[in-house]
């Protein structure tokens, strides 16, 4: 069967490419092969804006208009693999949110500067005291007014965001966002991986339970009042708490941003 691509604009008046993920390529229209663009080459472009000009590049002094990368689409539209790569997909994000547990970390399509989102899975009492809850009917359901489609799952988050936009490893959590968001699993990249913590003290995301279990679990907490203590001494102690994600964590999430 025949097959059909997005063409590159452009491509003719362009000589230097990199590609930035399924369907996706940075070009420029001049090339060059000096230290810091092969630095830049080496660490890969998938976290390239949709502008990029390489910081300190020998020839962009010669014209930064033409040694500027520009990202271009060039997605296949028909053919084989193409219906396959969407239901592969969909059964990726919800065997992802299937097996999340409590305290989890996840990673969601972001937007503007931040390309991914950094999030923890938290328990909801009315889930049963799981962080995730999935549509097992025919229609839509709404969690929390957010609208969740069949099949699909609503996942309890609290969210994190960069301690600084220059540094894309390391995070902290979302002072203006006390309590955990209510989001759908459409976005959904990668789950499950560990952070490392580089900075604060030792704390863990407080479990909603009303009844103690007869397990040791330092989550729980004997009443509905002590919990919400607990939840905000937990945040006020977290806004102190400094994380860092591997950069090959973060580089599987960046690689789906397109198969979305």
Known sequence: PAEKFIPLEQITKNYQFSVSGLGNVHMRNRSCW???????????????????????????????????FNKRECKKTEGV?????RMDRMHDRNELASNLTHGDWMLFKGQDEQQVWLG??????????????????????????????????????????LKQVDNPLVYVIEREESKPIVNNNRELLHAGFPMTQVLGSRSRVPRRRNVRSVQN??????????LQITEGHW?????????????????????KLDLL
């Open 81 to 85: 693999g193409v219906t396959t790569t």
């Open 120 to 161: 923890r899975a938290v328990s909801k009492e009315e889930w049963s005291n799981q962080c995730i809850w999935k549509n097992d009917t025919g229609s839509i359901q709404y969690a929390d007014t957010l609208p969740i489609g069949r099949n699909e799952y609503a996942i309890n988050v609290h969210w994190y965001t």
């Open 235 to 255: 945040f006020r102690k977290e806004c102190g708490n400094v994380w860092q994600i591997a950069q090959e964590d973060k580089d599987v999430a960046l690689a």
């Open 34 to 68: 000096c230290m810091k663009c092969m630095q830049s080459f080496m660490k890969g472009s998938l976290e390239w804006p949709a502008m990029k000009s390489i910081n300190g590049c020998s020839s962009s002094t010669l014209s930064t208009k033409v040694y500027s």
């Open 217 to 226: 679990d330092d989550y729980e907490y004997d009443t509905p009042a002590s």
